[in-house]
């Protein structure tokens, strides 16, 4: 399967400041990838679809100027959260599409975001 | 719309013991069914799919899974759990009418292994 990785695993900012999690596609490349949060003991909630060269596409509920998603390349998708409060504190997940076997998807390590 | 749904948000069992987990999903279309499982603070990791074919899947570290139409069911098993096996579980759906197969998750279960 396909090689995600997520930098940084792990990130603590103070509120109000911005924080860019960045997603890699290793050995392959995704025209699609997917941004999710995770909060304790709860399950994955699909922020976003990224696709690349485009606009993201958000789902309903989420704050696409508040969650700022690029995907300039083939290999690598950001995601910005902006002006981050506590409540912004959770586990982000990427995971890429595999168009070599479309209805698979390949899940990075995780960013653990903490606001303080 | 889709949806999954797992019964049991906790399932424990003894080492050696059969591990059933179990997972009911709604899909108006024939779906995409997945087993994820998750180490803590990691990401996902594929266990198993059925798209189409053989009803019975196979996957890694010995788990296996039968799609059955008629119970809208895709229940997870192990004939012999191991104390590496406890982990959060997920089971999901994809979206096949969409481009991007979009997956709906499951509330997860986690598993615990008893010595």
């Known amino acids: 399967g396909a090689v995600v990785s997520q930098h940084p695993s792990r990130v603590i900012c103070k509120s109000g400041t911005s924080v860019k999690i960045e997603c890699r596609s290793l050995?392959?490349?995704?025209?699609?990838m997917f941004w999710y949060r995770q909060f304790p003991k709860k399950s994955l909630m699909l922020m976003a679809t990224s696709n690349e060269g485009s606009k993201a596409t958000y789902e309903q509920g989420v704050e696409k100027d508040k969650f700022l998603i690029n995907h300039a390349s083939l290999t690598l998708s950001t995601l910005t959260v902006t002006s981050a409060h506590p409540e912004d504190s959770s586990f982000y997940i990427c995971?890429?599409?595999?168009?070599?076997?479309?209805?698979?998807?390949?899940f990075g390590p995780g960013t653990r975001l903490t606001v303080t | 719309a889709q949806s999954v749904t797992q019964l049991g948000s906790h399932v424990s069992v003894s080492e050696g013991a059969l591990v059933l987990l179990r997972c009911n999903y709604s899909s108006s279309v024939p779906p995409y069914l997945f087993w994820y499982v998750q180490y803590p603070n990691q990401g996902l990791q594929l266990l198993l799919k059925y798209t189409t074919g053989a009803t019975l899947v196979k996957g890694i570290n010995g788990f296996e899974a039968e799609f059955k139409k008629s119970e809208t069911s895709f229940h997870l098993t192990k004939p012999s759990a191991h104390m590496s096996d406890a982990a959060e579980y997920f089971c999901?759906?994809?979206?096949?009418?969409?481009?991007?197969?979009?997956?709906?998750f499951g509330k997860g279960t986690l598993l615990t292994v008893n010595p």
């Open positions: 995971s890429v599409n595999d168009h070599r076997s479309s209805y698979e998807q390949y």
């Open positions: 050995d392959f490349q995704a025209t699609t």
């Open positions: 999901a759906v994809s979206d096949i009418r969409g481009s991007n197969y979009k997956l709906t």
